[in-house]
């Protein structure tokens, strides 16, 4: 019997030739990520119990993203914390306020097909989408790491996720998740892999893949994965990583998968997730009218340079509802700049935006942007869970940028291929 692409790639880190699901075995760390929330202020008071240090500096990387800009003296002493401590241990691939983490670590080339890569953060799935095997871990188990350089993991079956033929337009990989979501579950891949394959898949260009991925999380699973092809080596290239070392990284024709789920993409529709779970996804119809207070196009899901072009295109020579605010918060200041450059920032402030400060902000419950009592929003976030964005009464819908933008500029949810029809009219 054949291996599925997370066999093959936890063989290569245990250094064994197979593994099948069920099996716990150790496998050695290629790279491991932490940022500031769940870093170096969770992890030193434990090296320092150990009296240990980090095993190799080399390979870990330290992303600022959460208390940044710092708003109060307790953000300010948790970044002074994490300056100081990445000089201490020697750490030097450390970028302070330059983006979230999901997406500064692949931005700065750091991940290629065939490693193993664990990250301090549940979105750290991400990293799937370049063929790499990268997980989410706890403050505990990213000590362990910090010292051995190594990590157990129990082998987890892999759910094929297949989708036909292709998007329409003004539909995108957002909506292809909010729709996993409200089909299968929230739970449906609990510590398994989530594969996602097919002609829809193949088509997406990379920045839309790690939509897949990094919502593999909200699906529960152990983490997501797409195989490995032209668009995953150019973009490690254009990243200054590395050549992949095994570009032909894929499951066998033969391998096991615990099950196997077709989707049509060509039927599928915008999708809105009502509050207070991307599980209560439906077509955009099914929550038309909603009014909104604040328009939120923001996080590591929803903030890339290719999800602000999807909110410019909506905006362009139009303005934002009156009663509707509409933040924008970069995913990385490098999105930022290109973003200025390409006169993308110019269409979104010209229509109204407010433009934030890059990094996880609102969607984490920090930073401008949150939500007041009774407070109603639209946000392209991952994550729409009671209070995470502000005051528990506060209503989140989750949707794609697309829909986002549309919303903002109708002050209601509605169907964002109505006002790309108008601009192809």
């Not at 030193?44 to 330290?62: H, Q, T």
């Not at 809105?272 to 955009?284: G, I, Q, R, T, Y």
């Not at 433009?355 to 639209?378: D, F, K, N, R």
Request: aromatic letters at 4%; charged letters at 20%; one cysteine or more.
């Amino acid at each position: 019997m054949g291996l599925t692409l997370a066999e093959k790639l936890i063989a290569r880190a245990a250094g064994r030739e197979a593994v099948r699901p069920g099996e716990i075995v150790t496998a050695r760390v290629d790279l491991a990520m932490m940022h500031d929330s769940g870093g170096p202020r969770r992890v030193k008071p434990m090296l320092e119990r150990l009296g240990a240090k980090v095993w190799d500096p080399s390979k870990v990387v330290v992303i600022s993203d959460h208390y940044v800009p710092a708003i109060d003296a307790e953000s300010a002493r948790i970044l002074d914390l994490t300056r100081r401590w990445v000089r201490e241990a020697g750490v030097e691939r450390f970028y302070d306020m330059q983006g979230i983490c999901h997406i500064v670590l692949p931005e700065r080339g750091h991940l290629r097909p065939g490693m193993f890569v664990v990250g301090g953060d549940s979105h750290s799935t991400t990293g799937g989408a370049f063929g790499a095997f990268m997980i989410g871990i706890g403050a505990t188990e990213m000590a362990g790491v910090l010292v051995t350089g190594e990590i157990w993991v129990r082998v987890p079956p892999t759910l094929l996720l297949r989708w036909r033929g292709g998007l329409g337009r003004g539909v995108v990989a957002k909506d292809m998740m909010l729709a996993l979501c409200a089909r299968l579950g929230m739970g449906a891949a609990n510590y398994k892999v989530a594969e996602f394959t097919g002609e829809a898949v193949a088509a997406l260009p990379m920045e839309e893949r790690m939509v897949l991925t990094n919502m593999s999380a909200e699906l529960g699973a152990k983490t997501g994965l797409i195989a490995p092809d032209a668009v995953t080596v150019a973009a490690v290239e254009v990243a200054g990583g590395e050549a992949p070392d095994a570009p032909n990284w894929c499951g066998d024709d033969d391998a096991a998968y615990e099950a196997v789920h077709d989707f049509d993409a060509a039927r599928l529709a915008p999708q809105v997730a009502a509050p207070h779970s991307p599980a209560n996804a439906a077509d955009v119809e099914a929550h038309r009218g909603v009014e909104i207070d604040q328009a939120y196009v923001g996080a590591c899901t929803g903030a890339k340079l290719s999800d602000l072009h999807m909110a410019a295109e909506v905006l362009r020579g139009r303005q934002v509802s009156a009663r509707t605010r509409l933040l924008v918060a970069p995913a990385s200041v490098r999105v930022t700049r290109e973003a200025a450059a390409d006169g993308t920032l110019a269409a979104l402030t010209e229509a109204g935006a407010i433009l934030l400060p890059s990094g996880c902000g609102a969607c984490a419950g920090l930073g401008a942007g949150l939500l007041a009592e009774e407070e109603v929003c639209i946000s392209s976030t991952a994550r729409n869970f009671k209070g995470r964005m502000g005051a528990a009464s506060a209503r989140v819908y989750l949707g794609s940028p697309y829909t986002v933008a549309a919303t903002a500029v109708a002050g209601h949810i509605v169907d964002p291929r109505e006002l790309l029809a108008e601009d192809a009219a």
